[in-house]
């Protein structure tokens, strides 16, 4: 609780991964991927509720060995692949709220972003609640290589052409202006909103920005070796 806002954050992991196979219980530097995300969580100092939501029975008594209860399972309607991060975060608030809890605000925590500082989610609380008008806050990294004035497309006849049509010539990346990414380290938003408009994502939501270092989500091999590389290297006071 943060100026007596009842603080819930959600853990989502579903079982079924297609990009890697069991990636969020696959080992990464001592401990599996979503213990990293269920031990920075339980760290911070104004989360109320942890609520790991699981399709998936070794998920869930993974979890459990970290400390969090796991009451059920997800629905199989609500574990494939065109299930909405929406439809998952509702069904967590029906849980509660049919036992009359109630939170003021949401914290969704995504186990594939496990390259958070031990400051980032409490710090971003506070600036989200600390800012009334904001509906809440949204971790950001900004884009490099993969800046969307640079990417190309190949069109109908085979030609390499601007991604975005009639963009302007660019000779230099640092000529174009900032463009960022939404990472899971972070997004929050408030309970009412949420209802309001099924999203965390609105006009007015806050920018919370995180490190190069910290601009990786798994989705493949490729991603958690890079993670991986990333953990081994970075000093503890790093994180």
């Known amino acids: 609780m943060y ?7 959600i853990i989502p992991s579903r079982g079924g991964s297609k990009g890697l196979p ?6 990464l530097c001592g401990k ?15 989360i109320d509720e942890i609520f790991v939501t699981t399709d998936s029975e070794k998920i869930a008594n993974t979890a459990k060995e970290f400390g969090v209860i796991v009451p059920f399972l997800r ?18 608030l029906s849980h509660f709220e049919n036992r009359n809890i109630f939170f003021d605000y949401i914290v969704l925590l995504e186990p594939t972003s496990p390259l958070r500082k031990k ?16 509906d809440g ?17 190949i069109n109908e006849k085979g030609k390499i052409t601007p991604y975005i049509d009639h963009v302007k010539k660019i000779s230099q990346r640092q000529q174009t202006d900032k ?19 099924r999203a965390f994502y609105t006009s007015n939501v806050l920018p919370y920005y995180i490190e190069r270092w910290q601009n990786y989500e798994v989705d493949d091999i490729y991603d958690f070796m890079a993670i991986e590389a990333i953990l081994k290297n970075l000093k503890e006071e790093q994180l």
């Open 22 to 27: 069991g990636k969020n219980i696959k080992p």
């Open 32 to 46: 599996p991927l979503i213990g990293w995300t269920i031990e920075q969580t339980k760290d911070c100092k104004y």
């Open 75 to 92: 629905p199989a309607e609500l574990a494939n692949d065109t299930s909405s991060s929406m439809d998952v975060v509702e069904h967590v």
């Open 3 to 9: 100026r007596n806002k009842r603080i819930l954050a």
């Open 137 to 153: 806050i949204i971790s950001l990294g900004e884009v490099h290589m993969e800046h969307p004035m640079i990417v190309k497309k």
């Open 179 to 197: 463009a960022y990414f939404p990472y899971g380290v972070i997004y929050m938003i408030k309970t009412d909103v949420f209802k309001k408009e």
């Open 119 to 134: 400051k980032d989610i409490d710090t971003a609380i506070k600036m989200a609640i600390e800012n009334e008008n904001a």
